[in-house]
């Protein structure tokens, strides 16, 4: 990880999914491919994500493919969290994936990243 919080995936390495938290927000970002592969940490971020009730950011700038199991997830974060998640730049493929299941009428995407705090409390990073 940078150390603006962004994930760095190497050629072939599998996806991975991290958490930053602040005073008054959440960030979940995702890397690589997030597929079934990562479903464990994804679920367990989520998790974590939900009980805190912040907003969340998801930095999808970096996924080269997701797969159903990933945009299960995104649903249930935007269905149970109770503010909209915003999606920072995702790709083409994942704007796609996000229409056709209609996922998209339950986040925002956001063509810029709006930053994060430097006063980040937790760390939590997983990849597998």
């Given at each position: 990880?940078t150390?603006?919080?962004k994930?760095?995936?190497s050629?072939g390495?599998p996806?991975?999914?991290?958490?930053?938290?602040?005073s008054?927000?959440?960030r979940?970002v995702?890397?690589?491919?997030?597929?079934i592969?990562v479903e464990?940490?994804l679920?367990?971020?989520?998790?974590?994500?939900?009980?805190?009730?912040?907003?969340v950011?998801?930095d999808a700038?970096?996924?080269?493919f997701m797969d159903?199991?990933?945009l299960?997830?995104?649903a249930?974060?935007?269905?149970q969290l109770?503010?909209r998640?915003r999606?920072?730049c995702?790709?083409?493929?994942v704007?796609?994936?996000l229409?056709v299941t209609r996922?998209?009428?339950d986040?925002?995407?956001?063509?810029?990243?709006?930053?994060?705090?430097?006063d980040?409390?937790?760390?939590?990073v997983?990849q597998?």
């Amino acid at each position: 990880m940078t150390a603006t919080g962004k994930v760095l995936p190497s050629a072939g390495e599998p996806g991975s999914v991290a958490v930053l938290t602040s005073s008054n927000r959440s960030r979940l970002v995702l890397a690589g491919e997030i597929d079934i592969a990562v479903e464990a940490e994804l679920a367990e971020a989520i998790g974590e994500l939900l009980s805190l009730g912040l907003p969340v950011d998801i930095d999808a700038r970096n996924i080269r493919f997701m797969d159903s199991s990933a945009l299960s997830g995104i649903a249930r974060l935007s269905s149970q969290l109770g503010h909209r998640p915003r999606m920072i730049c995702p790709p083409e493929s994942v704007l796609f994936l996000l229409d056709v299941t209609r996922v998209a009428e339950d986040v925002d995407v956001l063509d810029q990243d709006p930053g994060f705090e430097e006063d980040a409390t937790q760390v939590r990073v997983s990849q597998d």
